[in-house]
C-alpha cells in the first residue's frame, strides 16, 4: 500500500512538472543568456574594482606622496 501511495505520489508529481508548458530552451539560447549575465556580473565587479581602486589612490598614495615631500624637504633642510 505504501508503494503504491509513493508510486502515484511520484506519478502527479512528474505529470504536475511536465505541464508546467515550459519548453526546453536552444543551447544557443542558453549560451546567450549564460554570457549575458556572465557581462553584467564583469561590468558590476569591474565598476567595484575601479570605485575601490579610486578609494585607495586618494588615501594611501595621497600619504605617500606627503611622506616622500616630508623626507625630500627634511634632506634639503640639512
Known sequence: M???ILSLSVLVGLAMLNS?????M???QVEAKVNEAAAVKIEEANAQANT????RMATELKAATDS???AA???AAQ
Open 20 to 24: 508546467c508548458g515550459e519548453t526546453a
Open 68 to 70: 616622500l615631500v616630508h
Open 2 to 4: 505504501k508503494k503504491l
Open 26 to 28: 536552444d543551447p544557443a
Open 73 to 75: 624637504q627634511m634632506a
Open 52 to 55: 575601490e581602486c579610486e578609494a
